[in-house]
């Protein structure tokens, strides 16, 4: 489908074929930006950075030292501990053996920035500033997910005219973002000039150590940084959110989830806490991830759109330089020609068959395609499956009565549960280990 938004040329898809043509295509490896996205720094972060040498750089080093299998794996504990103290603290507002109802959103975003913080920063946050950057995380996710007529009429922006504040709120945004992720460089480079040996030990480190012509400004680096915690937050909180409404309405499969983990830990001895390598040898587990991504894929109209840098033929149809081209993820994973009975969640698809979400199939690539494909998708997919195989170890969880699970979506930058997951959640009695 072609359309104009303004002075923008959209084409959309919803047919696989084209969808791989589309995303592979060299002539689609640049993003169109954003007025928002320009405003708020993030024409010089990888996701929106103009496909080049300062973007190919900057994917290099993110794939060696933040998304590498090497960096993931060393990256477990930590995230191990944040989910620990995550499943504590749902345990303690749920009250011990009554189940109370719990609002399980804030729950997973908290775990979520501390891990992505562990991971960039070196170190979890608390109290004001944990706060502070999780006011600044949501504002600049509204502001991006908002549409803008501004990005189609460039006569708004010559006359000056914000329709919708988002300038207003960006400018307001920016320097609270300078501001918190400068401090975080400058105690790097204080530590490091102390004789402190950080040694590459998180990525503001990593970033530090640039030289040559791959070294930073740190306005540049800011932009980096911001961008990984904006990114990193969001998605893996709502993805999990809808894995656990789904388990709510489907206890048979929440059942069969837990006899698998229960098989698993049985065979252990001694007893040890579930770990990446055990949750990559759950077949169901890694099925209903795939069928919740399925179902409620977090980025449907692949929101990071892309732009031709050239006049290209797509489907046998010419698409001029300069046009904008977006995927429609949720089209294509609820059509009936594309998957069976598409509205029915059914993780038992996906056993017994090698189906890769990571970009190869195009009939669900939740993570995008080509070189601009999500490069956050490994720790994502760890992170998640991690949450859910220890969630379902620790709980069953019930549908709250007076709040019933409600799976309308709204599309914001992702495609969120309109009426934030309200759950039970009863604290099952530990697994033993076999002798
Ligand atoms: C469930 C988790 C996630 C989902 C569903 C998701 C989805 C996506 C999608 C659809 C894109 C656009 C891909 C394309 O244009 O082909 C993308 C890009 C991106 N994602 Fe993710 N993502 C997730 C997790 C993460 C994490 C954990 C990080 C980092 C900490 C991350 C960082 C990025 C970045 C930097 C880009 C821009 C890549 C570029 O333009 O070169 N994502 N993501």
Redo the contacts with the bound molecule.
């Keep these: 489908m072609a359309l104009s938004l303004g002075s923008t040329r959209v084409v959309i898809t919803s047919a696989p074929e084209v969808a791989r043509e589309i995303?592979t295509s060299a002539a689609f490896a640049d993003?169109p930006l954003k007025q928002s996205a320009a405003e708020l720094l993030f024409g010089r972060a990888?996701?929106?950075a103009p496909y080049g040498d300062y973007?190919r750089g900057l994917?290099r080093i993110?794939a060696n030292h933040?998304f590498s299998p090497r960096r993931i794996a060393a990256h477990e504990p930590q995230r191990q501990r944040h989910t620990e103290v995550m499943i504590d603290a749902i345990a303690s507002a749920a009250g011990k053996d009554h189940g109370k109802s719990v609002g399980i959103r804030g729950f997973l975003q908290r775990a979520s920035l501390a891990n992505?913080m562990q991971g960039v920063f070196g170190r979890c946050y608390s109290g004001a500033e944990e706060a502070e950057l999780q006011a600044m995380v949501r504002e600049g996710f509204e502001l991006l997910g908002a549409f803008n007529w501004s990005d189609h009429l460039p006569l708004l922006r010559a006359i000056n005219v914000d329709p919708h504040s988002i300038q207003e709120r960006c400018s307001k945004l920016v320097p609270r973002v300078q501001k918190f992720v400068q401090a975080i460089i400058d105690e790097h480079r204080q530590a490091r000039s102390g004789g402190d040996d950080r040694e590459s030990s998180d990525f503001v480190d990593v970033l530090l150590n640039l030289s040559g012509e791959e070294k930073l400004q740190d306005q540049d680096m800011i932009a980096v940084l911001w961008?990984?915690i904006f990114?990193?937050t969001d998605?893996?909180a709502i993805?999990t959110e809808w894995m656990l409404a789904e388990l709510v309405l489907h206890p048979e499969i929440q059942r069969r989830l837990y006899h698998e983990i229960e098989e698993l830990q049985s065979k252990k001895s001694p007893p040890s806490p579930l770990s990446d390598q055990d949750v990559a040898r759950m077949p169901l587990l890694q099925a209903v991830v795939k069928e919740t991504?399925r179902l409620h894929?977090?980025?449907p109209l692949?929101?990071?759109a892309?732009l031709s840098t050239q006049d290209v033929t797509i489907a046998g149809h010419h698409v001029p330089r300069g046009t904008t081209a977006m995927v429609n993820m949720w089209s294509i994973t609820h059509d009936p020609a594309v998957w069976s009975e598409p509205e029915l969640f059914v993780p038992d698809r996906f056993l017994g068959v090698e189906f890769d979400v990571k970009g190869t199939d195009l009939r669900l690539a939740?993570?995008?395609?080509?070189r601009?494909?999500?490069?956050?998708?490994a720790?994502?997919?760890a992170?998640?499956g991690l949450w859910l195989a220890k969630l379902v170890e620790r709980f069953e969880f019930v549908e709250d009565k007076e709040r019933p699970v409600d799976l309308s979506e709204v599309l914001k930058l992702s495609c969120e549960m309109v009426n934030p997951l309200s759950v039970g959640a009863v604290e099952r009695c530990p697994i033993a280990a076999s002798s």
């Design positions: 995303l993003r990888i996701g929106f973007w994917r993110a933040l992505v961008e990984m990114r990193g998605t893996t993805l991504l894929p977090p980025g692949l929101s990071w892309r939740p993570f995008g395609a080509g601009r494909v999500c490069p956050g998708r720790l994502g997919l992170t998640v």
